[in-house]
């Protein structure tokens, strides 16, 4: 029986291909409404139609959906979720469940909602949410640190931080409780540990910082700074900056899907699999623009 469960849980040989589709900085453009002059604008839901279609062509159990972080603040709908509607159940969670987000980020802005409301959205929340460089006194990650997600009998471990710089910005009081570490000396290091621990098929890391110029300068925005130096990571999605931006070397890519909505980043993995374990990758990123006269109506 045991060889039996382990034969059905391994992969099947040939190509595997996983499509990670990521939202950033949408900072609350959940509906297509302006509010005041009756036009229509890039909203999640016309994200949803985007990543129903995918998931409709190449299957569930093909599709990661993660987002970078930026949820929780920027229009008027979080704001009466944060502040006035404080004895119902809070919209974001409700919306992330609804689309199939496997993983949530945090990002600086969530963080400037301030304890009472991204504690609440935490407790809410039915999938991790990531910012491992936001420590307690004692070390330890005060939201979650990574996940390991199973597709197709692969495992896929997903790391997630949020902004590096984020007690140069906000009140000491809407932190309290963690500071933040540079991503460029927790990363690789979160990241060897964990590859150690789990073994998984493929490593993505997402990261609630902009996509930078790769000098090491820019506390707050390192992206480039880690796809230059990280080693045993398949995928890199940023955020923060609302600059879409897309670069592979081969190995790796990393994609920044830009803000509210507007466009997706979507990465494609293909592991060709021998004999039960992976003997070669590749990896390609796009970024695609979102429709926003095509919703997901229901």
């Known amino acids: 029986m045991a060889l039996a469960l382990a034969s059905c849980s391994a992969p099947a040989d040939g190509v595997h291909t996983l499509h990670v589709i990521s ?3 949408v900072h609350g453009a959940w509906f297509d409404s302006t509010y005041v002059d009756g036009n229509i604008r890039n909203n999640i839901f016309a994200v949803n139609h985007y990543v129903d279609s995918i998931r409709n062509e190449v299957g569930e159990e093909n599709l990661l959906l993660i987002d970078g972080g930026d949820c929780l603040q920027g229009d008027n709908a979080p704001y009466y979720f944060n502040y006035i509607a404080t004895d119902e159940p809070h919209l974001f969670p409700r919306i992330a469940g609804y689309m199939g987000y496997d993983v949530v980020c945090v990002g600086n802005h969530d963080i400037e909602t301030g304890h009472t409301v991204y504690d609440r959205v935490r407790r809410d929340l039915t999938v991790p949410y990531l910012a491992g460089n936001a420590v307690k006194a004692d070390g330890s990650p005060y939201f979650d640190s990574r996940t390991v997600i199973e597709r197709q009998g692969l ?10 710089n984020i007690r140069n910005w906000l009140s000491p009081e809407l932190w309290s409780g963690m500071s933040f570490l540079s991503l460029t000396r927790c990363v690789q290091a979160d990241g060897d540990r964990a590859v150690a621990e789990i073994k998984p ?10 996509t930078g110029k790769g ?10 700074d880690l796809f230059r130096s990280l080693k045993g990571v398949d995928a890199l999605i940023c955020a923060h900056d609302h600059r879409t931006f897309v ?15 507007r466009n997706v980043g979507h990465i494609t993995l293909n592991l060709k699999v021998k004999n039960g374990d992976v003997a070669s990758k590749n990896v390609n990123a796009e970024i695609v623009p979102v429709d926003a006269l095509k ?3 229901k």
Do not use: P
Not at 217 to 223: A, H, T, V
């Open 155 to 164: 495992k896929f471990l997903i790391l997630g931080y949020t902004n590096a």
């Open 295 to 297: 919703v997901d109506k």
């Open 201 to 210: 098929d493929a490593v993505i890391v997402a990261v609630h910082s902009g």
């Open 23 to 25: 939202t950033n900085d």
């Open 247 to 261: 670069e592979c070397d081969g190995r790796k890519c990393l994609v920044n899907g830009g803000s509210h909505c």
């Open 215 to 224: 000098n090491g300068r820019e506390l707050e925005n390192q992206g480039l």
